[in-house]
C-alpha cells in the first residue's frame, strides 16, 4: 500500500483548505485511511477516520464540525476538507492505512498497527 498527501498551504485563521490522500495498493475494495498530524514539538495526533465498508466517518474532538473527510473512490484519494482553520490546526498532516477509534471521555483517532503504511506529510500553517 502506498499514501500520498498533498494540498498543504498557508492559509489565514477562519480559512480552508483540501487536503487530498491518493492510495494504491489495497488488496480489496474495503480500506480505511486515517489522517494524522504532528506539529513542532507535539505528538502525533489523529484527526479523522474512514471506512470504506460502510463509508462510517470519525472525527477527534478537535476536528468534529469543522474538517470533513470524504473519498472518490474512482480517484482512489480520500480528501480532508478543512474549513474554519484555527492556528493550532497548523501541523503536518498525514494519511495512513489504517485507524482506530477510541471513546472515553471525549473521541481520539489513532493509529491502529505497526504495520499501516503512512504517506509523506504535508505541511499546513494557519496565520493568526
Known amino acids: 500500500v502506498q499514501l500520498q498527501a498533498s494540498g498543504g498551504g498557508l492559509v489565514p485563521a477562519g480559512g480552508s483548505l483540501r487536503l487530498s490522500c491518493v492510495f494504491s495498493?489495497?488488496?480489496?475494495?474495503?480500506?480505511?485511511i486515517g489522517w494524522f498530524r504532528q506539529a513542532p514539538g507535539k505528538e502525533r495526533e489523529g484527526v479523522s477516520c474512514f471506512s470504506s465498508s460502510d463509508a462510517s466517518t470519525y472525527y477527534a474532538d478537535s476536528a468534529k464540525g469543522r474538517f470533513t473527510i470524504s473519498t472518490d473512490n474512482a480517484k482512489n484519494t480520500v480528501y480532508l476538507q478543512m474549513n474554519s482553520l484555527k492556528p493550532e490546526d497548523t501541523a503536518v498532516y498525514f494519511c495512513?492505512?489504517?485507524?482506530?477509534?477510541?471513546?472515553?471521555?471525549?473521541?481520539?483517532?489513532?493509529?491502529?498497527?505497526?504495520?499501516?503504511?503512512w504517506g509523506k506529510g504535508t505541511e499546513v500553517t494557519v496565520s493568526s
Open positions: 495498493g489495497f488488496t480489496s475494495d474495503d480500506y480505511v
Open positions: 495512513a492505512s489504517g485507524c482506530k477509534v477510541v471513546v472515553d471521555a471525549g473521541v481520539r483517532i489513532e493509529n491502529r498497527s505497526a504495520q499501516d503504511k
